[in-house]
């Protein structure tokens, strides 16, 4: 399929970049993407994946549009107070670039239908804020050998990496989620609205380079950001010879046995 007259205009600053072109465009058109999540990281991610023209994209949220939500999660307005949060994000989404087409899916991502969902995609993306849809989402992606974006943000300061299939994973870092009590998340602890939107922007730029085939990615690495600072450091991380879930001593081969509400001491 050509590129149409409208979409050449549309994504002409796309197209005059040597390495992206009409063929990269094409990539773009012909992606499809899970984004975990429709809040302050989801924001960003849903609003330059669509921009970009990522012909398939799917939403997971099974929350509702809170007033607490607003100070960070842009793509939802004022307006839109107690709506779902997948249809209040589609509403703007469809409006700004007609080409993409969405799938909502208004419930949570549990270990029952995390597989499934995830071979329909090329590459999810972590847009949640709590660690067991996070340790979730990278088990999923290890047993599907699904590319995905890890991102958390907490006050001023974020983290993210980018897995590979046959890279290390968020388990070769952290073998088990943190325990619930020890960690804050934001809704006990806070957050700035524009530290969300910096990683998930940069979880957006991840996904359309891997969709490109071009440039580095953040595989075996993790970049932790501080705001506060406004400082950048990208950290090397190695294969855990013992993951529990991508080494050749994987424990975790069957998401339904695994409790993510609760840290398992036998990780
Ligand atoms: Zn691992």
Do not use: W
Not at 92 to 121: C, I, M, W
Not at 253 to 265: G, I
Request: glycine residues 8%; proline residues 5%; contains cysteine.
């Amino acid at each position: 399929m050509d590129l149409t007259e409208e979409q050449i205009g549309r994504y002409n600053r796309h197209i005059i970049i040597p390495n992206i072109g009409r063929t990269g465009q094409k990539k773009f058109l012909g992606g499809k993407v899970l984004v975990v999540g429709a809040g302050g990281l989801g924001s960003p991610i849903l609003y330059y994946l669509t921009a970009a023209g990522v012909g398939k994209i799917g939403i997971v949220d099974n929350d509702s549009v809170d007033l607490s939500n607003l100070q960070r999660q842009i793509v939802h307005f004022t307006d839109d107070l107690e709506q779902p949060k997948t249809q209040s994000a589609v509403s703007k989404l469809k409006n700004l670039n007609p080409d993409v087409s969405f799938q909502t899916y208004q419930h949570r991502l549990v270990p029952g239908n995390a597989v499934e969902l995830f071979d329909e995609y090329d590459f999810v993306v972590d847009g949640t804020d709590n660690f067991a849809t996070k340790f979730l989402i990278n088990d999923a992606a290890v047993l599907t050998s699904t590319p995905y974006s890890h991102a958390g943000v907490l006050r001023l300061q974020g983290q993210t990496m980018t897995h590979l299939p046959g890279a290390s994973c968020l388990r070769c870092i952290f073998p088990q989620p943190p325990d619930p009590q020890a960690v804050p998340s934001c809704r006990q602890a806070g957050v700035l609205g524009a530290v969300a939107g910096i990683l998930g922007t940069i979880q957006a730029a991840e996904t359309l380079k891997y969709l490109l085939g071009y440039g580095e990615l953040l595989d075996n690495k993790l970049l932790l950001v501080n705001v506060e600072k406004m400082n950048f450091q990208r950290v090397s991380i190695k294969q855990n010879s013992s993951c529990p879930v991508c080494s050749n001593k994987a424990s975790i081969t069957d998401l339904r046995k695994v409790n993510y509400e609760k840290p398992v001491s036998d990780l």
